[in-house]
C-alpha cells in the first residue's frame, strides 16, 4: 500500500477547549477557537504493509514513552477499522520543534497522523471526517485540519463535533510571538488535568458565560477588531487558567518567568502598543500583535530571552500531504 506523508501545525486557541461532556468520544464542553500556527508543525509518514508484523512507531526528535506509543496505537486501530483492513503499520515522526519545551505536540500530531494514516489505509475522507477522526485522537488535533482560523463545534454527539474554517491564512496579519519559557514545573497532562475541570467553583460561572465570549471573538474576527479581540482572547486565557488553578487539586502551569511577560504585555499596551498573551496548557506564552508590531516586540523581549526562545508564526494552512517521506 502506499507511503503518505502529511504535514500539520500546532494551533493557539482564542477561546479554549478545557472539559469534556464526554470523554471516550472526546466531545468538549463548550465549542472553541483557534489559530494554525506557521512555525511548529509536525511531519508524519504512514505506511500500511503486510511486511510489518507489528505497529512500528518512531518520533525522530525525541522518543515516544510507552503511553504514547499506545494512544498512536489506538489510532491505527480507528484506522484500521474504518478502512477494513488488518494490516500492521510503520510510523515516523518529527516535530519542528523540541517536545521538551512544553508545546504540545498533540494537535500537530495527531492531525498529521490522521491524514497521512487515513489515505495511507486508502480511505477518502471528507474534511469534516478527518476532522471528527482527529478529535479521537486529541480533541485539539481537530482544529489543526483545516486551514487559517478555525471553529470546533461543541456538538452533542461524534457526528456533530467537528472542526471547519472560519477564514484562510491571508485573512489577517496577526501573529503569534511565542516565547519559550523554561519549565520547571511538574507536567500534567491535558487529559488528565481537564477531567478535574468541573470542580473549580469557578465552573459554573464559565460554561455560563462561554457562548457570549464566542460570539465577541467571532464578531472581533469578522470587524477585525484587534484592540477588542486581544481583551476577548485575555480574559478567556485568564479564565481558563483560573479554573485549572482552582480546580481540585490545582493545576498550575505558570512559571515566574511566565507572569514575567504577562506583565511585561501589560506594560506595553499601557505604552500605547496593541499586544495581548495567551497561555495554553504549559509556561509558553503567546504574544498576540499585528504584524507590524512584531519586529519592534522581539527587540523589547530581547533584553530578558535569547532570539531562539522566540518563534513568530504567521496564521497557516491545516493538514496537508507533502512528498517529503521520513522513511
Ligand atoms: C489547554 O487537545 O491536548 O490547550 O483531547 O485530552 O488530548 P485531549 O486534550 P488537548 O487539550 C488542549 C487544551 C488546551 C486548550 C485548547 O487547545 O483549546
Redesign the pocket.
Known sequence: MNKITAMAPA???F????G?QNENL?LPVNS?I?MNLSGVYTNTTVEFSHEFKSDEIKCLDKNFNHSEKIRIIQHLDRIRKLAKINLSARVVTRNNFPRSVGI?S??SG?AALTLAGSIAAGLNLSPKELTILA?L?????C?SIPDGFVEWLAGNDSESSYAYSLYDKNYWDICDLLVLVSSKAKHV???GG?EKAATSPLWPNRTAQIPTRISQIKLALKDKNFSFFGEVLEEECLE?HAVMQSQNPPLNYWTDETKMIMQMVGGWRRDGIAVYFTI??GPNVHIILEKSNVELIKNKLREKFSPDQMIVNNPADGAHLISESLF
Open positions: 494551533n493557539i486557541a477561546i479554549k477547549y478545557w469534556k472526546r472553541s483557534s504540545a498533540s494537535a495527531f478529535r485522537g486529541s480533541g485539539s488535533a482544529r497532562s491535558t487529559t481537564m481558563m495554553d496548557a
